[in-house]
Nanobody
């Protein structure tokens, strides 16, 4: 199982980023996926989750509702996290996670600062 995140970076408050997670080594289209984040000195927290086919049952932590959107392209084995209206408190390392396999990517840093 391999998960490779990309798309992080430095952005000003109010800005946007789209994270990607390229997955391989398992049948991506059959498994639910999620994004976690870990800020310095804090525990890793679940940010968003999506079922194998995506849709209205996606989960979001309250603090990102209306600003973040999780999606997936099963044809390309890729998971996405679109983030808008970013806030300094969104600063963290963001990780892609395969729920059923408890597998993690290496993470991508998102820094929101002026």
């Amino acid at each position: 199982v391999q998960l490779v995140e990309s798309g992080g970076g430095l952005v000003q408050p109010g800005g946007s980023l789209r994270l990607s997670c390229a997955a391989s080594g398992f049948t991506f289209s059959k498994l639910a996926m999620s994004w976690y984040r870990q800020a310095p000195g804090k525990e890793r927290e679940l940010v968003a989750a999506i079922t194998s086919s995506g849709g209205s049952s996606d989960y979001y932590v309250e603090s990102v509702k209306g600003r973040f959107t999780i999606s997936r392209d099963n044809a390309k084995n890729t998971l996405f996290l679109q983030m808008i209206s970013l806030k300094p408190e969104d600063t963290a390392v963001y990780y892609c996670h395969v729920i059923a396999l408890n597998a993690w990517g290496q993470g991508t840093q998102v820094t929101v600062s002026s």
